[in-house]
């Protein structure tokens, strides 16, 4: 059964891949952010690697953001951030984007995304500095005012956030604790890669 859950995720990969070839050949550029959004955000990186996947997301990014589409050039964004950290990206360089991100994402007003790169700034600055666990900058405050909408998913990424820094901390039980909680969400970890 294992092999045949492969065989799907590469025949998905195919197909996506296709369809991304697809809308850059017909310079599509309107749908390009949304299209490297799925494919290179949730999927691809289970077939190409990981810095390719890192790239794409960027440029969806840059295309979403010269047409109008904040939307999916904020997923892009997110997922590019996701995709760097997983993939062992440059910390420093890390935070300049996502500090990047951060304020774009506060000039349009965009709370949610706004309320994942502060947990992602907060991720990295842990990582980078190991004493940074221990300060309280007000991004703390400002993750626990969540709404309705997204709290289901911001606490998906909270739990592997907090899981990713304990780990690297060297708080195995803490590392743990967060992973079960993870594990029982019903929506386990759509993109999250334990």
């Known amino acids: 059964q294992r092999s045949s859950l492969l065989c799907d995720v590469r025949e998905a990969c195919s197909i996506g891949k296709l369809g991304v070839s697809l809308l850059n050949r017909i310079e599509s550029s309107e749908n390009i952010a949304r299209a490297y959004c799925v494919y290179f955000g949730l999927a691809a990186h289970y077939t190409e690697s990981i810095q390719s996947c890192e790239k794409r997301l960027k440029k969806g990014f840059e295309a979403g953001m010269s047409n109008g589409d904040t939307f999916s050039a904020f997923f892009c964004a997110n997922h590019h951030i996701r995709v760097s950290m997983i993939g ?16 774009i994402a506060g000039q349009h007003g965009n709370i949610v995304a706004k309320k994942f790169f502060l947990m992602y700034q907060r991720t990295i600055m842990v990582l980078i500095d190991k004493d940074a666990s221990n300060k309280n900058d007000g991004v703390s405050d400002e993750l626990s005012q969540g709404e309705s909408l997204c709290i289901t998913r911001l606490s998906e990424t909270m739990n592997f956030q907090k899981a990713l820094q304990s780990f690297w901390l060297g708080y195995a039980e803490r590392s743990h604790h967060y992973v079960l909680k ?3 969400m019903s929506v386990l970890g759509r993109h999250h890669r334990l």
């Open 88 to 103: 062992g990206g440059n910390l420093s360089t890390l935070l300049r984007e996502t500090e990047y991100y951060l304020n």
């Open 182 to 184: 993870l594990l029982q």
